[in-house]
């Protein structure tokens, strides 16, 4: 069955950086494009990046531009988020979900993420 596992949360301070990772199993990787998606307490869901199945193309949205960069390794069915300059406001659960047409049809169970001093 299609699994997606998000790993690399923590706590960090303000100005720190992460990287995510999302370990993929069940499909072939290589076929999807794959999002980023979190969501901060008590707010609804935030799409933050998505990356093209051959990872020629990634889209961010602007609340995080330029301070992250999502990546993928298709032969180690593995996607990434490498994460700068982190923010208070970047305090979320993180998931990676699979893309389907417009949106997206099966989601990790979610990595938390504190920015905090």
């Known amino acids: 069955q299609v699994q997606l596992v998000e790993s690399g949360g923590g706590l960090v301070q303000p100005g720190g950086s992460l990287r995510l990772s999302c370990g993929a199993s069940?499909?072939?990787?290589?076929?999807?494009?794959i999002g980023w998606v979190r969501q901060a307490p008590g707010k609804g869901l935030e799409w933050v990046s998505s990356?093209?199945?051959?990872?020629?193309?990634?889209y961010y949205a602007d609340s995080v531009e330029g301070r992250f960069t999502i990546s993928r390794d298709n032969a180690k069915n593995t996607l990434y988020l490498q994460m700068n300059s982190l923010k208070s406001e970047d305090t979320a659960v993180y998931y990676c979900?699979?893309?389907?047409?417009?949106?997206?049809?099966?989601w990790g169970q979610g990595t938390q993420v504190t920015v905090s001093s």
């Open positions: 990356i093209l199945s051959d990872g020629r193309f990634t």
């Open positions: 979900a699979r893309g389907l047409g417009w949106g997206y049809d099966y």
């Open positions: 069940g499909f072939t990787f290589r076929d999807y494009y």
